[in-house]
Each structure stands twice: as structure tokens, then as C-alpha cells.
């Protein structure tokens, strides 16, 4: 049988609910991406140009940095990838996280909150992080759906 992990970065709170109905539901270990530095509600504006995720998103080489807590990558083949999307890709910590680790041979499928864009450019911006891997799309959630729906299809995995 293979193991499964939930990886997963909330910059709010939604994608880690999410994340924590998918563990429950696969009965899965949870692993949460911690930026060192929290992002404020300030760095979140993306209609400020000047906020932090906005600097960090037009630079496509930026690497926030996270916290050190180890990810044990090799104790798992499946890693179910969650983070909101932002400007049409997950946010620039995702690839801190992804190259933090090696994921040679496992399969990573994202799932996503959105405010309303889909995966967009999603794989192409996260691919070379982890080379040796299977990466595909998963589920994306567009507005506040029931949790179960998540379950749902977490089980169909």
C-alpha cells in the first residue's frame, strides 16, 4: 500500500481546511509549508504592486524562505500538493518547499483554492523544482464548497 502525504502552504487559513479534510479523509500525514517570515494581510493585497506577494510573484526566481521543520519526503510515493493560487500559479514558497526535497520518483498531485482563476501555468511553474517527479493537476476549489466534496474525491484518488 502506498503512503500518502498532504504538503500543503495557507496563506489564510482556506487551503490548510482543505488540506486538514483530505488528511482525515485519506487518513494521510499533514505537512504544513511555514513561511519564517508569516505573511500579514498587507503582503497579501495583491492590488498593491508594492505588497510582498506581489514583489515575490513578479520575480519568478524568488524563494521565500520556510521555516526548517523537516519533510521526510522519502517515507511517501503519493504527495497531494495544496497552496491558493496566485497571478494564474502557486505562490514562489511552493518551490522553496519543492526544492527543498527530493521527489525522484514520486508522483505529487496538486489541489488548489482559488478566488476565481483555475491551475493556469501551474505544472510549467513548478516542474523544474522537482525534476524526477510526476506532477499533475488534482482538484481546485473556485468558492467556499462543501468540504465533502474534497472527501469525495480525495477517496476516488
Known amino acids: 500500500m502506498s503512503k500518502t502525504l498532504i504538503a500543503y502552504f495557507s496563506a489564510s487559513g482556506v487551503t490548510g481546511s ?5 488528511s482525515d479523509a ?3 500525514d499533514l505537512y504544513e509549508i511555514i513561511p519564517a517570515v ?6 497579501l493585497d495583491w492590488r498593491n504592486a508594492n505588497s510582498r506577494s ?16 523537516p519533510a521526510n519526503i522519502a517515507d511517501y510515493d503519493t504527495i497531494l500538493l495544496g497552496f491558493p493560487i496566485w ?15 527530493d521527489f525522484t520518483g514520486k508522483k505529487i498531485i ?17 516542474k523544474d523544482s522537482v525534476p524526477g517527479a510526476v506532477i499533475e493537476e488534482g482538484m481546485l476549489q473556485r468558492s467556499k464548497q462543501d468540504l465533502d466534496a474534497w472527501k469525495s474525491w480525495a477517496k476516488g484518488l
Open 54 to 69: 506581489s514583489i515575490e510573484m513578479r520575480d519568478k526566481s524568488s524563494r521565500p524562505e520556510i521555516a526548517d521543520t
Open 18 to 22: 482543505v488540506a486538514r479534510t483530505l
Open 26 to 28: 485519506l487518513r494521510a
Open 87 to 101: 497571478w494564474y500559479v502557486a505562490p514562489t514558497i511552493v518551490n522553496t518547499f519543492l526544492e527543498k526535497h
Open 38 to 43: 508569516r505573511y500579514t494581510d498587507a503582503d
Open 110 to 126: 496538486l489541489f488548489a483554492t482559488s478566488g476565481g482563476s483555475d491551475f493556469g501555468k501551474t505544472i510549467d511553474s513548478l
